[in-house]
């Protein structure tokens, strides 16, 4: 089937603009995470979404950051009034959530959306 | 302090040559451990996973991976690589109390094969 979709697959903002990211997970899987991966800082966990359960917001670096996850299925990454360190590739990726506790489950990752902040 | 540590940047091998990137983890209970692959302007795809039972792992593409405890490592291997290996390669962990719901990646390892 098809696997995580990311769109677009790059973007070129100025600095001060709002941004807007998709995620479209693998059809019927329930849990969605954000990733931020930049140069000099790896790849960093920003939110997780679980079903209807609160998101875990924990790794969102600012409150510019936010994510919204309708309907159960596709994520909107929104970053507000960008800056030039908000330039990198944001990857989304989905589980299944099976049962089993989300840090034993295998992610899926999308091919990530290169955001550059002029 | 709890962290996953790759402590190569860069790796390069002949094309042929076996390969071994490490992969070290500080966590005081046994973790779920992943290797991921990155191509260039690709996203991450798996290679392979530990969670219990035998500690040596057999992945795609003839990777396999080795979970030594009492070294607190997960290095992964290769016994003949191929030009088309040339990638980044990422160390993952996951554990309750570790990583809540996410992973901890490790900084990666850009792997270079010479021909």
């Known amino acids: 089937g098809a696997g995580v979709s990311q769109s677009p697959s790059n973007k070129v903002t100025e600095k001060g603009k709002d941004v807007e990211l998709r995620c479209d997970p693998i059809?019927?899987?329930?849990?969605l995470y954000w990733y931020r991966q930049s140069l000099g800082q790896g790849l960093e966990f920003l939110i997780y979404f679980q079903g209807n359960s609160a998101p875990d917001k924990s790794g969102l670096p600012s409150d510019r950051f936010s994510a919204e996850r309708t309907g159960g299925s596709v994520s909107t990454l929104t970053i507000q009034r960008t800056q030039q360190e908000d330039s990198a590739v944001y990857l989304c990726a989905s589980s299944p959530q099976g049962g089993a506790p989300t840090y034993q489950e295998t992610q899926y990752f999308g091919p990530g959306t290169r955001l550059l902040v002029l | 302090a709890q962290s996953v540590t790759q402590p190569d940047i860069h790796i390069t091998v002949s094309e042929g040559a076996s390969l071994e990137l490490r992969c070290n983890y500080s966590?005081?209970?046994?973790?779920?451990l992943f290797w991921y692959v990155q191509s260039p302007g690709q996203g991450l795809q798996l290679l392979l996973k530990y969670f219990s039972g035998d500690t040596l792992v057999q992945g795609i593409k003839g990777f396999e991976a080795e979970f030594k405890r009492s070294q607190s490592s997960f290095n992964l291997r290769k016994p003949s690589v191929h030009w088309s290996d040339a990638a980044e390669y990422f160390c993952a962990v996951g554990a309750q109390g570790f990583s809540g719901n996410k992973l901890v990646f490790g900084a990666g390892t850009i792997l270079r094969v010479k021909s």
């Open positions: 966590y005081g209970a046994t973790p779920y």
């Open positions: 059809s019927g899987h329930t849990a």
